[in-house]
């Protein structure tokens, strides 16, 4: 999956900096951009890693506990809140 990322870089009187907001709220600072850019480098390989822990991690979840893990948290006076038979009323919720 290709993934996107802007990287700010800008040169200073010490050497030079970089961030990422995307990845890091660090700021990656070094004296040459070798330096800066292997910094870059291991975060990006981390947050990659991250990335694809997640995602491996959903899709071995059957559907019903992927639907479980998101409404375990509605109250029971939110469930009864809820229309008994939406398609009774589907014109409303397509329309409106």
């Known amino acids: ?3 996107k ?11 030079y ?10 700021q990656f600072e ?16 981390l947050e990659l890693q991250t990335l694809e822990k997640k995602a491996s ?10 639907a479980q893990s998101l409404i375990q948290d509605i109250t029971e006076d939110e469930i009864n809140l809820l229309p008994t038979n ?3 009323q589907h014109d409303y919720y397509i329309y409106e």
Do not use: H
Request: aromatic share 6%; net charge negative.
């Open 1 to 3: 999956m290709p993934y």
């Open 5 to 15: 990322i802007n990287i700010s870089l800008e040169k200073k009187e010490s050497g």
């Open 17 to 26: 900096s970089a961030s990422c907001p995307e990845i890091t709220d660090r």
């Open 30 to 45: 070094g004296d040459s951009l070798d330096i800066i850019f292997a910094e870059l480098k291991k975060a990006i390989q």
């Open 57 to 66: 991690q959903k899709v071995d979840k059957p559907i019903w506990e992927v």
């Open 86 to 88: 939406g398609a009774e």
